[in-house]
């Protein structure tokens, strides 16, 4: 059973950090594209950024260019999203997917993705 358990959120003032991560586990030995998405209150899930499955490729919408990394650590099975310099409108639950794939590129839409975490709130203040 493939299970995917983010941790990191919080509340943080604008301007601030925080580091998400995701353990995956369950998907065994197979190479699979990773993702974090979001959704904030009253608003459609969104993609956040996207990494390929060597972790050589990776993807962030306009939005969080520059403010926000996404990298892996493939031998401990965890994804991780550093985010900087947070502002107020990044305020949602942020999700970690994972689809299994030999497609060694960055995968951003939803529907593609097999596997889903719980989410975890971030919550920026003004």
């Known amino acids: 059973q493939v299970q995917l358990v983010e941790s990191g959120g919080g509340l943080v003032q604008a301007g601030g950090s925080l580091r998400l991560s995701c353990a995956a586990a369950?998907?065994?030995?197979?190479?699979?594209?990773m993702g974090w998405f979001r959704q904030a209150p009253g608003k459609e899930r969104e993609s956040v950024s996207a990494?390929?499955?060597?972790?050589?490729?990776?993807y962030y919408r306009d939005s969080v260019k520059g403010r926000f990394t996404i990298s892996r650590d493939n031998a401990k099975k965890t994804l991780y999203l550093q985010m900087n310099s947070l502002k107020p409108e990044d305020t949602a639950v942020y999700y970690c997917?994972?689809?299994?794939?030999?497609?060694?590129?960055?995968?951003?839409?939803?529907?593609?993705?097999?596997?889903w975490g719980q989410g975890t709130q971030v919550t920026v203040s003004s």
């Open positions: 997917a994972a689809v299994r794939t030999d497609y060694d590129f960055p995968i951003g839409a939803s529907y593609e993705y097999d596997y």
């Open positions: 369950g998907l065994g030995d197979t190479t699979y594209g």
């Open positions: 990494i390929s499955w060597s972790g050589v490729n990776t």
